[in-house]
């Protein structure tokens, strides 16, 4: 029982929504006071709502409980957290939301101000719980089609063990991976992430995540061939 409405055409669609989600959060109230005690709670979006909870953890040999909501944000989930918590005693809650804030326009400050708020509720309702807040995915517009970049991103700061970054613009420029793998070892060292002896295996792993797939190469040099058999075995090398 979940719908997706990130924008509305007209105000009585918006009532609507509002309507079925008051009646979404009453339904959550009504199985909560059937389950109780619990191992887990997933809280979001369509997400997390239309995760199909039941056929991955039905032998598991954990509880695990789906309140999310299509949709929803992280404000309004915040309004909704108590009733959609009612009479549950979770060991974690899990966090996937503010895909709907980015869609509908809403400023980073806004998003986390609120996502302060949200955690800081849910630490005060289930103190002895533990939370685990989800990365959301790229979505919309231009994060769209930098999926591979991202994913490329994301892959080297669990090689660099770094948790977050901030991306910004920059006046440098690589011809030859050298001078970036350079940095990267660098960095590396400074930080104790390798040892002296670890950095030519340490560039190996950085160039096996930024470089193209085999069958993305072979695809790619294919194509440039059938145009000019020069310039695709230039680019090739």
Known sequence: QW???PQWKKNQEKEEYFQLYQEI???FQAENAKI??????????????GYPTDTFFKDSGYTVVNRGIGGDRV??????LENS???????????????????????KE??????????????????????????HYPLGGAWAEKGDTMYALNSLLTLLDIESVEIVPTQNTYERPDALLGELVAYALREGKIEEWEQEKF?????GLLSLRPSEIQTR?????????????????
Not at 221 to 237: C, L
């Open 110 to 135: 806004y998003i986390l101000e609120a996502y302060n708020l949200l955690i800081d509720h849910a630490q005060t309702l289930c103190p002895n719980a533990r939370i685990l807040i989800e990365s």
């Open 3 to 5: 719908v997706i409405i």
């Open 203 to 207: 560039c190996d792993r950085v160039m």
């Open 75 to 80: 404000e309004w989930l915040n309004e909704r």
């Open 85 to 107: 918590l009612a009479g549950l005693q979770p060991r974690l809650l899990v966090f996937l939301i503010a895909g709907n804030d980015v869609l509908a326009g809403e400023s």
């Open 25 to 27: 959060v009453q339904t």
């Open 36 to 49: 109780g005690e619990c191992d887990v709670v997933l809280l979001g979006d369509s997400l997390t709502a």
């Open 221 to 237: 040099f294919e194509e440039n061939y059938a145009k000019n058999s020069q310039s695709a075995t230039n680019w090739f090398y």
